[in-house]
């Protein structure tokens, strides 16, 4: 009897397992924008959703679109590799927004209560460290 009950706590604990990282993500919200004189955009990452605004005056957070379980897999990964307590260390890998050659991007995520923001970077240049989430939700809004 007790081999049966520790089978079953096994298969209960192995099932437990895989879940938390999923948990974990949707109890987060990623903010991507990037933003010119003539350009604006807001993506935000939350609960298996992305919203998409391209109105810097709109106090809305744009039309939920759901996200595939494919991507939302690899978000998941892309997010636990990252360090956020290094967030707003990073250094962005190029200067291009300086002189209008390419949108200034900033990347927030509110994980437990916190809020991690990274420094200004070019649009389409992020720092290494969080370059495959960065380009994950821009790959997302061209669906």
């Not at 605004?53 to 939302?72: F, L, M, Q, V, Y």
């Not at 260390?89 to 200034?104: M, Q, V």
């Not at 994980?111 to 420094?119: C, G, H, L």
Request: a neutral charge; aromatic letters at 10%; one cysteine or more.
């Amino acid at each position: 009897m007790k081999i049966y009950a520790l089978i079953l706590l096994n298969i209960f604990l192995s099932k437990g397992c895989g879940s938390d990282e999923q948990i974990e993500m949707k109890s987060a919200v990623v903010e991507y924008t990037a933003t010119t004189r003539g350009f604006f955009q807001k993506v935000t990452v939350k609960n298996q959703e992305v919203f998409v605004t391209k109105d810097r005056n709109s106090g809305e957070i744009g039309t939920a679109t759901k996200i595939s379980d494919a991507d939302w897999k690899e978000l998941i990964n892309d997010f636990k590799d990252i360090n956020l307590e290094e967030i707003p260390n990073l250094k962005s890998p190029t200067e291009k927004r300086f002189y209008d050659g390419a949108a200034i991007a900033n990347l927030n995520i509110t994980f437990k209560d916190k809020t991690y923001k990274s420094q200004s970077f070019d649009h389409g240049f992020p720092p290494a460290e969080i370059e495959k989430l960065v380009n994950k939700i821009n790959a997302l809004v061209k669906i």
